[in-house]
């Protein structure tokens, strides 16, 4: 494994942080007869101010997906710290958790497994906030301020999912992440199940939405294109350990790291002479990296 790269005066370590995690440690029990466990992140350290996009970005299996569950409760710590808003959440407990969801919020990849197919839009939006302790009166409310804020209609209410499009269920799950007014929202994969054009349109609210309510985003993706379009700053992730970090202005245009570089020339171009060129030149990095290293460590 190469050295992590670290982009001078990108660090966002200061007092200000709305999420720090430290040195954290993510270990799954091995399987079958003495089998070892598995490190799914190893030592991984990230930074989000308040009303700040951090992109994480790496391949399936680099640990991404594990870090955002470990920051919601979903993954176990091992070692390490998860401090928000400077409270210690790493080993929070049930009750912590349902009084965290006011400010720690998730919207998940697929908009069609998300979204429970037997409750009305309504009902779905207004159950965190009963959840919360809102009367009927300010859920509804809230609902349909919410739904004007992902620019879906009124009458969405009163609708099943399955009426719905992909790009719309996404708005409705995006609107469910709003209903509480969070600080964070940790987003997996969000727009990667949608066709191109959705997707576009998709991440212009997520900005818009930053925009109006300073919400900061931890935004997971496997494409390099995605995070530029949104995020601040770019960490990219590889065998659950961080090894780039920086402005995402400077790590998706002139990565550092050749496990970066290799994530940027996956990215489909519509050109497809470009995109053969790229492929071309992808390749010829993981030879390049097969022959430094003997062949360990190197995935295609």
Do not use: W
Request: with cysteine.
């Amino acid at each position: 494994m190469n050295a992590s790269v670290t982009i001078a005066g990108t660090s966002s370590s200061t007092g200000d942080d709305l999420l720090r995690v430290d040195n954290l440690v993510v270990e799954y029990p091995g399987k079958g007869f003495r089998a070892q466990p598995f490190r799914a992140l190893d030592n991984v350290s990230i930074r989000i101010g308040a009303g700040e996009t951090l992109g994480l970005v790496g391949e399936s299996g680099s640990g991404k997906t594990t870090l955002g569950r470990a920051v919601l409760g979903l993954a176990p710590v091992t070692e390490g710290a998860i401090l928000f808003d400077g409270d210690d959440i790493g080993h929070a407990g049930r009750s912590k958790r349902r009084a965290l969801s006011r400010d720690l919020q998730v919207v998940f990849q697929d908009p069609y497994t998300s979204l429970n197919p037997s409750m009305t839009v309504g009902d779905i939006l207004s159950e965190p906030l009963s959840v919360q302790g809102k009367s009927r009166a300010d859920a509804r409310r809230r609902v349909r301020e919410v739904l004007d804020q992902v620019g879906l209609p009124q009458d969405t209410i009163g609708r099943l999912p399955r009426e719905f499009s992909g790009g719309q269920r996404q708005r409705v799950a995006i609107a469910r992440a709003l209903a509480l007014s969070p600080k964070l929202i940790v987003c997996d994969e969000p727009v990667s199940a949608l066709d191109l054009t959705t997707q576009a349109r998709v991440l212009d609210l997520f900005m818009q939405i930053q925009r109006d309510t300073g919400v900061a985003y931890l935004f997971v993706s496997h494409d390099l294109d995605v995070v530029r379009h949104i995020s601040h700053r770019v960490a990219v992730m590889y065998h659950g350990e961080i090894v780039e970090e920086g402005l995402a202005a400077q790590v998706t245009v002139t990565p550092q790291h050749p496990y970066t570089e290799r994530l940027l020339l996956a990215s489909p171009v519509p050109d497809p002479d470009r995109q053969q060129q790229r492929r071309t030149d992808r390749r010829r990095l993981i030879d390049e990296q097969r022959e430094l290293t003997g062949g360990a460590g190197v995935a295609a």
